[in-house]
């Protein structure tokens, strides 16, 4: 097991996290023993992340402690991996509207004490006020406005020089344009918007049609009013 980030593991071309539940799988995921330790493979057909990760992605800042926000969170496929990153220093305040899959994710949140599951409109901020900033806002909405939600998050949640990540899925944003137009499109409107992106990278074939962009929120004089 080759350790290319703080907790994410790769092994033959296939990547892992700890798991933090031993013996529990999220997803049908596989787990193996390595060194005392359960990993739990993280699949990149099924998370953005791991479609990322596996293509190469060169821009991760989440870690053991991390804060994180999660908008889109569904039944928690992705999330699971972040509570296995971030680790019981860690949370991940988990943001989904659709009350079906909520269900599932609040049996995670249950297992695993770093999982806070809201359920929210990520459209409406002051409906979860009351969380903390945080180092990391991933955001994977599948929603044509989904930009200007992240952007929204950020500057309500998103610590000074934080990192946002969106998986951009095209055809939910504009399905008249190419693929690239729509990420370069979403790339200037966070570049407009206080953002410096640092990477854009394509999750063909893992993921159809979608892209992933990680930005830095820009120093600003002050943090959010929180
Ligand atoms: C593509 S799925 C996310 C998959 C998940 N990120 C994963 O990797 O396991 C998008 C999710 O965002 C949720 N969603 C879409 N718009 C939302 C909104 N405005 N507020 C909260 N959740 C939303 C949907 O209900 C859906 O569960």
């Known amino acids: 097991m080759k350790e290319i980030f703080p907790g994410i593991y790769k092994e033959e071309k296939e990547l892992f996290t700890v798991n ?29 992340l791991g479609a990322a990760l596996q293509i ?4 991760n800042h989440l870690k053991a ?28 305040y988990a943001i989904e509207f659709a009350e079906r899959v909520f269900r599932s994710l609040s049996r995670l949140a249950k297992d695993r004490e770093n999982i ?13 006020a009351w969380i903390e900033l945080c180092d990391v806002i991933f955001c994977d909405l599948a929603q044509p406005d989904e930009i200007d939600i992240a952007i ?5 949640f998103l610590k000074q020089s934080g990192i946002l990540m969106i998986a951009i899925k095209s055809q939910s944003i504009d399905i008249a344009k190419s693929p690239q137009q729509v990420y370069k499109e979403a790339a200037a409107k966070l570049k407009q918007n206080g953002f410096d992106v640092m990477e854009q990278i394509d999750l063909e074939p893992y993921q159809e049609k979608h892209a992933m962009i990680v930005c830095r929120k820009q120093l600003t004089s002050k943090e959010p009013d929180k």
């Open 20 to 48: 933090l539940i031993e013996g529990k799988k999220v997803y049908g995921e596989k787990l193996i023993k390595n060194s005392g330790k359960e990993f739990r493979q993280l699949d990149p057909t099924r998370s953005k």
């Open 56 to 59: 190469g992605l060169k821009n």
């Open 65 to 92: 402690g991390s804060k994180v926000l999660y908008l889109g969170a569904s039944t928690g496929t992705t999330v699971s991996h972040i509570s296995d990153i971030v680790g019981h220093d860690g949370i991940i």
């Open 116 to 128: 806070a599951a809201i359920l929210a409109d990520a459209r409406k901020p002051e409906e979860y």
């Open 152 to 156: 929204r998050n950020a500057h309500e």
